[in-house]
């Protein structure tokens, strides 16, 4: 069971949240460099996206998303999207830059169940 969305987001919103670090498509071995984004355009976009996901957390996680909402925040949030599809952002920082990269998701769990509409997903690893 997720414990964070109450519906599973779809994954043109999770696509379209990572493009807002200059990510097209959901592949391995993706990357940016947070330093060399500029921040006030990730906040703008994301907060044209944030009503939309907002619909998809679990009230009490809602509050994730807010007006106040940063750089490290919208990271933050990525991450928990990408785990719906078995993708996480892996930090490399090297020196004074922060490289994250996409990468397929290694995990033993028996299953991830999330609802769709009033179906109920479940898949096998």
């Known amino acids: 069971m997720n414990q ?4 599973l987001v779809p994954k043109s ?20 460099i947070k330093e060399s984004l500029n921040e006030n355009q990730v906040l703008e976009n ?10 998809y957390y679990i009230p009490c996680k809602s509050y994730i998303i807010h007006d106040d909402v940063n ?21 490399k920082k090297k020196t004074k830059r922060h490289i994250y990269e996409l990468r397929p998701e290694k995990t033993n769990d028996a299953s991830l169940n999330i609802k769709t509409n009033s179906h109920e997903v479940v898949s096998f690893l």
């Open 71 to 91: 750089l490290d925040n919208i990271i933050t949030i990525t991450r928990q999207l990408l785990r719906l599809y078995h993708f996480k952002l892996v930090l």
């Open 4 to 7: 964070i969305f109450r519906l």
């Open 13 to 32: 919103i999770v696509i379209r949240c990572l493009s807002l670090f200059g990510i097209e498509e959901l592949k391995e071995n993706e990357s940016f």
């Open 46 to 55: 994301f907060k044209l996206l944030s009503k939309e996901l907002k619909l």
